[in-house]
Structure formats: structure tokens, C-alpha cells
């Protein structure tokens, strides 16, 4: 696997972030799917494609942790015995946003150990630790000067770390699918909970998505990331009841909308099977 390039004069359309330690230390309940989803983007030749870079996570700075978490937070990681596993997924979500941002890559796809929806400043929960897309949406202001950023999470647990974090900031929008009615937070125009019944069929959620990409659409945002957690798939732990076919679908609506600046990061989902096809579909999409 390469570094990130720095003298590449052209992008390639999806860089795939990984690292086998994912697999390897990451926690229990996710990291079975995580080899087999990679193994599956190596047994599609998709790999070998001029279009697709494959690149090693390397771990976030501790200092970009400690400007998005409180030093509790952090102590509370430091403990669980998942820290080290968890700045290097948050530094994959990293480098595959730095990616896009700089303009090397159209899309990217992060692999992941740990997941990060669910840290929020002061709390973790739910196999999350540290925030990924916040700290990757901290460190690009920082470095790239990018300004404004759309959040599209289809997990189908409530994204509320990240809600806490960013929901207050006015440069993001939040779309956060999620299983339960009543359930919307804090709202307002950035902050859009699209609430599906715990049975939702492709057919509901991909309506979901439209109306997910139409308020990116209006929100104009610099980067788009996609918390793309698949445990939604009938056979995988969460609600809703997804088939193998809409994973696929959903990557073609994004690509529709947003050609370039889109970055995957990889959420809930623990079945090998499912993670092999969701997210060996949404990589051909992007590669093609
Ligand atoms: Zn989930």
C-alpha cells in the first residue's frame, strides 16, 4: 500500500483506505466483517483498477482527538484498552477526506476497527470511540480550508455523538437516518432526522435518500461524507429490513448527485456476508 501521494496530477475516482489492523484489534462486534469486505474488493479485481488507490490508514494525532473530545473522554478510551485502535480509524477517515479535499481522489472508501457515531465531546457507547468524521472535519479546516460539510448517515442507529458534536455548528449539515419515530433530536434545517419504520424496505429508505441528497443539494456543502453503516441489511443486527440489492442502489443515487467529494466511512455491521457485498458494491460503483 502507498502514502498518500503528493505528486499525482490526476485524481483517481475512489481511494480505499485500510489497514489490516482493523481486522485484527478492532472491537469485538465489528471487525469479523472487515478482512472479508476488503478480501471481496481484492477477489472483484477492483484493486488492480487504474481507477482505484489503495492507501494505509496511519493514526490520527492525539491532539486533533483532544480538540474534538474532553480529556475525560479521552481518559475513558485510554482505558476501555481501544485507543489505539481508535485513532487509527479515525486517522483512515482522515487521510481518505484529506484525499478527496486535496483533490487526489473523487471519492474514498475508510475502513474502519472502531466506529464513531456514537462519540460524542464527553461520552462513547455502541463500538464508538472517537468521533471520526469530526475530527477528520476539524483537521480539514485546519490544513485544506474547507469551510462547510454535509453528514449523511444511514446507519440505522441515531448518529447522536455526532449530533452533539456538530449539530450546533453552522457549516454542517446532519442528515441522520435512524430506526423509531419520535425520536428527532434537536433538528432545524441542518440537522435532519429521517426517522423509517424498524421494518423499512429498499423501497423506504432509498426514498429516504432522495430527500437525504436533495438537502445536501441546497446545503452546498464543500465535502459529503457518508456514514455508511450496513448493519440496516435484513441479516445484519440493526433495524430496518435492507435487501442485497440497495446498497448499490444508494452509492449510484449519491454518484448521481455528488460526482466527486464524497468520502464512505464505514459504520455498524457485523455479518460477512452482507459487509462483503455492501461494501464490494458501493467500491464498484465508485470505481467504475
Ligand atoms: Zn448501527
Redesign the pocket.
Known amino acids: 500500500m502507498a502514502e498518500a501521494a503528493e505528486d499525482l496530477t490526476y485524481p483517481c475516482k475512489v481511494a480505499v483506505v485500510y489497514h489490516p489492523a482493523f481486522s485484527d484489534k478492532g472491537y469485538p462486534a465489528l471487525k469479523g466483517r472487515v478482512a472479508p469486505a476488503f478480501q471481496e474488493l481484492e477477489s472483484r479485481g477492483l484493486l488492480e483498477l487504474e481507477s482505484v488507490r489503495l492507501l494505509e490508514a496511519k493514526p490520527a494525532d492525539e491532539d486533533l482527538a483532544a480538540e474534538v473530545h474532553s480529556e475525560s473522554h479521552l481518559q475513558g478510551v485510554r482505558a476501555s484498552g481501544y485507543y489505539e485502535i481508535a485513532l487509527l480509524s479515525a486517522g483512515s477517515v482522515v487521510v481518505g477526506a484529506t484525499e478527496v479535499a486535496a483533490g487526489r481522489a473523487l471519492a474514498s472508501f475508510c475502513f474502519v476497527g472502531a466506529a464513531g457515531h456514537h462519540a460524542s465531546h464527553d461520552g462513547f457507547w455502541g463500538f464508538c470511540f472517537l468521533n471520526d468524521v469530526a475530527m477528520a472535519i476539524t483537521r480539514l479546516r485546519g490544513s485544506a480550508g474547507l469551510r462547510r460539510f454535509a453528514i449523511i448517515d444511514i446507519?440505522?442507529?441515531f448518529g447522536d455523538g455526532t449530533r452533539d458534536i456538530l449539530g450546533p455548528d453552522p457549516g454542517v449539515l446532519h442528515v441522520n437516518f435512524h430506526s423509531g419515530y419520535g425520536m428527532a433530536k434537536s433538528g432545524g434545517p441542518k440537522n435532519i432526522d429521517i426517522a423509517l419504520p424498524h421494518n423499512a424496505d429498499d423501497r423506504h429508505f432509498l426514498a429516504g435518500v432522495d430527500e437525504a441528497l436533495a438537502a445536501a443539494r441546497d446545503f452546498e456543502h464543500d465535502l459529503l461524507f457518508i456514514v455508511f453503516?450496513h448493519?440496516g441489511h435484513r441479516d445484519d443486527y440493526?433495524a430496518f429490513e435492507l435487501g442485497d440489492g440497495v446498497y448499490a442502489s444508494f452509492a449510484r443515487k449519491v454518484k448521481e448527485s455528488f460526482p466527486e467529494g464524497v468520502c464512505y466511512v464505514l459504520?455498524?455491521g457485523a455479518d460477512e456476508r452482507v459487509a462483503r457485498r455492501a461494501v464490494g458494491d458501493v467500491v464498484e460503483v465508485l470505481a467504475r
Open positions: 446507519d440505522p442507529h453503516g448493519d440493526g459504520s455498524g
